[in-house]
């Protein structure tokens, strides 16, 4: 057991922090306060444009439907670039029962038919008060049967409710 000590000690020894030039200064100590770390910025990659007319679309929308709030009174969108290239969406619609559909995120792709939006869906109180839904992933919009909207290909995603969500153009 005496010998396992010394060794023990003698290996601690062994590990002094070098003062050699080349070997350089010690590390500095890692800093457990949030305060004092540093979160670079996601940087984004500019959105791509595969389709010249879905991006005209895009940027010309006329608003954003979900089928529990209704179809004849739109919710505003804004989608427009910033001074990178990458294309910001935000967009809300409110029914008069307080029901809510939110659209945030960023456009990675638009193309012939389609686009993809990086970001949040959610839907609150609607159809039914109490029911919560929202998921941050990246989803899938596309116009299909030559209709004048985009929408989310993803219909039962939150809890087997099928949602119609609409971008107009």
């Given at each position: 057991m005496r010998q396992v000590v010394l060794l023990a000690l003698a290996a601690l020894a062994a590990c002094t922090v070098s003062s050699d030039p080349i070997a350089g200064p010690p590390p500095a100590p890692i800093s457990t306060n949030?305060?004092?770390?540093?979160?670079?910025?996601?940087s984004e990659?500019?959105?791509?444009?595969?389709?010249?007319?879905d991006a005209d679309r895009l940027l010309g929308n006329?608003?954003?439907?979900?089928?529990?709030?209704?179809?004849?009174?739109?919710g505003p969108v804004s989608i427009a670039p910033d001074d990178r290239?990458?294309?910001?969406?935000?967009?809300?619609?409110?029914?008069?029962?307080?029901?809510?559909?939110?659209?945030?995120?960023?456009?990675?792709?638009?193309?012939?038919?389609?686009f993809i939006l990086r970001g949040t869906v959610a839907i609150t109180d609607t159809p039914d008060r109490g029911r919560e839904c929202r998921a941050d992933k990246i989803w899938r919009f596309a116009i299909t049967q030559n209709r004048q909207y985009y929408?989310?290909?993803?219909?039962?995603?939150?809890?087997?409710?099928?949602?119609?969500?609409?971008?107009?153009?």
């Open positions: 949030a305060a004092d770390s540093v979160v670079a910025p996601v990659q500019p959105t791509r444009i595969l389709s010249q007319r006329t608003g954003l439907t979900l089928q529990w709030i209704g179809w004849e009174r739109r290239g990458v294309w910001h969406v935000r967009g809300a619609q409110t029914g008069s029962d307080g029901g809510e559909l939110e659209v945030d995120g960023i456009i990675t792709e638009t193309g012939e038919g389609y929408r989310l290909r993803e219909f039962e995603w939150c809890d087997g409710l099928t949602d119609y969500v609409d971008i107009y153009f």
